[in-house]
């Protein structure tokens, strides 16, 4: 009988087998490996964005003066932030009840998305008809009318001359084809997985504050990529603390849609034809399980569903972990 081997023994002929089967690798060296979230791409460059921020700062300026003139009032115009986003993240966060522009940059090519949000549009309509700039009762659940369409649009055209005067330093830029939407969901300019850059403003009037909004997809600035490296020996400017609280703040308004997942099951192709009025479908929650809050489409607590007064609510009783997201899709 052939002779045992021992556990010793059989470790090290394991150990030799793999050892004869990797091949000799060179040692790596330099910077270690960086993290990238492929889901929120980052393809604008440090400097460029500091650039974009730079130019659009001019562009805060001519807002202002812009809706000044035309609220006959003092109107304050800020940058509130600059931030690179995915493109179905941006939609998302856009109140339905808004307005929106689609525009393209000529003769490059690329378009792009100017947003104003209902607050200030109802404020400009309201000084527009003699009123005190008031943004209307119950104004963010109605559709505007041909008439206010009309000065929005008037207004638009002269937003959109301070936009090409905004890029004149950097490339000589027309806006054309533009197109209204007041649902800024039937908007899609480009892929939803697709980077977008994105500037946003605060606009104060004397009776309202709203955001502007101009998002850029990635792709639309790929022409201007190279004319928008700072020039040699140029300083940027680090942001103040009164500009980082504006930019808390202006954040600090923007709506995230929010959606309660109570319970989620899996049916095949033929059990969804089959459906029909009355039937029951099992799915595979349990009944003492909690629900998940998403946030921007994103899993964030466990939350026990309710009522408060007459509208549903939901009860956050744990905070889902940044690494256990994906578990909660």
Not at 175 to 194: H, K, R, S, W, Y
Request: aromatic residues 6%.
């Amino acid at each position: 009988m052939a002779d045992e081997l021992t556990d010793d023994e059989l470790h090290n002929l394991i150990s030799a087998a793999r050892a004869s089967r990797e091949p000799d690798l060179p040692a790596i060296s330099g910077t270690a490996a960086m993290s990238y979230d492929f889901g929120r791409p980052q393809q604008v460059h440090k400097d460029q964005a500091r650039r974009m921020e730079s130019i659009h700062e001019e562009f805060a300026r001519l807002l202002a003066a812009t809706l000044s003139s035309n609220m006959r009032q003092v109107v304050d115009v800020d940058l509130a932030f600059c931030d690179q986003l995915v493109y179905h993240e941006f939609i998302g966060a856009l109140p339905n009840s808004g307005i929106a522009y689609s525009f393209v940059l000529s003769p490059m090519g690329g378009q792009a998305i100017l947003s104003m949000a209902n607050e200030l549009v109802m404020s400009i309509i309201d000084r527009a008809f003699g009123g005190q700039g008031q943004s209307f009762a119950g104004g963010d659940d109605r559709s505007l009318t041909q008439i206010e369409m009309n000065i929005v649009n008037k207004l638009a055209g002269r937003i959109f001359a301070d936009l090409e005067a905004t890029w004149d330093p950097v490339a000589r830029v027309e806006i054309t084809e533009v197109a209204l939407e007041t649902n800024p969901e039937f908007m899609q300019i480009a892929a939803p997985g697709d980077g977008c850059f994105i500037v946003a403003f605060e606009a104060n009037t004397r009776s309202a504050t709203g955001l502007v909004h101009l998002c850029y997809p990635l792709g639309s600035l790929e022409p201007l990529s190279a004319r928008l490296v700072p020039p040699p020996g140029t300083r940027m400017k680090e942001a103040t603390p009164d500009q980082i609280d504006r930019q808390r703040k202006a954040l600090g308004k923007m709506k995230i849609p929010v959606h309660l997942q109570v319970a989620h099951g899996a049916l095949s192709l033929n059990e969804v034809a089959q459906l029909q009025e009355g039937d029951v479908v099992k799915l595979d929650t349990q009944k003492d399980e909690p629900a998940v809050l998403f946030v921007g489409g994103r899993a964030k607590y466990l939350a026990r569903p309710g009522l408060q007064g007459r509208k549903r609510a939901a009860k956050i009783i744990d905070e889902i972990d940044a690494d256990s997201e994906d578990l909660y899709g």
